[in-house]
């Protein structure tokens, strides 16, 4: 019989991190919901190598507390809840604290943040071995930096697809992010190039017009803003003769986070039947 043994904490981040890190835009994905929680109007998401050899997020959101660095890169270690009740009531995008345990555990990590008010540190993990906090000037907000994804785990890196198409999956992630806050001001720079750039936008359509060119956004309709049992419902549809032949440019948005629905997917197509 062979015995049964718990296994080391670095070993079970390192299994996790299957789960959550698919590649440079699951990555993404996370560290934008990070900044938008911590109520950022700016982030700002550089690349290199589509994001396989460096991926840098930096936000002007409220920071992390020096003393809390350590923490934040932990599993199961998280500000956004408390108790099982919490569960009930989530507000923020993100709440299990396993993100940035995941990816640090995967990657080389840099995290450099300060609060408003407080003096600035950064930390670095390298492949889930944490480093010490050291203080150091920095602007007000987050930096996140990922460098060489899955160099401890080759298995993992030659899945990963060429540079370009680990790109567009990172430009559809941010996109889908972007459409749902317009007030946020998103850049993308892959290889000292930007490609993405959404300013601040007072309204939905003009974040559209950033994103998806100006002339389909000025030619959506909107249905009227539908108000009932607690449940806002708002949208945009195009006129028929911009329609395509698949259904990946019908996006759902439910509170502030991209859902894909076969029901919601199969009622606009019967909408659409019959024109
Ligand atoms: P979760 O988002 O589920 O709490 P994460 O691992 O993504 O877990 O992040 C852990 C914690 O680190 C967060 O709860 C938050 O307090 C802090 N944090 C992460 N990213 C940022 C950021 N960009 N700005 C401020 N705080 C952050
Ligand atoms: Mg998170």
Redo the contacts with the bound molecule.
């Keep these: 019989m062979t015995r049964i043994k718990k296994l080391p904490p670095r070993l079970i981040d390192k299994i996790a991190a299957g789960e959550v890190v698919e590649g440079p835009a699951s990555i993404v994905k996370?560290?934008v919901?990070?900044?938008l929680?911590?109520g950022?109007t700016r982030i700002e998401v550089t690349l290199e190598g589509g994001g396989t050899r460096r991926i840098r997020i930096t936000?002007d959101?409220?920071?992390?507390a020096a003393e809390e660095l350590r923490l934040?890169v932990t599993s199961h270690?998280?500000?956004?809840i408390r108790s099982a009740e919490d569960l009930f009531r989530i507000s923020?995008l993100?709440?299990?604290?396993?993100?940035?345990?995941s990816i640090a555990s995967v990657s080389h990590l840099k995290l450099g943040?300060r609060p408003e008010g407080e003096p600035g540190a950064e930390l670095r993990v390298d492949g889930g071995r944490i480093g010490k906090a050291k203080g150091v000037g920095l602007p007000r907000g987050?930096t996140?930096e990922v460098g060489d994804l899955f160099y401890n785990v080759p298995a993992r890196r030659e899945f990963l697809r060429t540079q370009r198409g680990e790109l567009r999956r990172v430009l559809t992630e941010v996109k889908q992010q972007a459409l749902c806050r317009p007030e946020v001001h998103f850049r993308v720079v892959h290889e000292g190039k930007t490609v993405l750039e959404a300013p601040h936008a007072d309204e939905p359509r003009e974040r559209i017009a950033q994103l998806l060119g100006r002339e389909l956004a000025e030619d959506l309709g909107c249905f009227p803003r539908v108000e009932r049992e607690g449940i806002t419902l708002r949208g945009y549809f195009s006129p028929c003769d911009r329609s395509r032949g698949d259904s990946r440019q019908q996006l759902f948005f439910l509170n502030e986070r991209c859902v894909r629905d076969v029901t919601l997917l199969s009622a606009i197509k019967q909408a659409y039947a019959n024109l």
């Design positions: 996370e560290l919901e990070n900044s929680d911590a950022a936000d959101g409220q920071g992390i934040a270690a998280t500000s956004k923020s993100g709440f299990r604290g396993e993100a940035l345990a943040s987050t996140i």
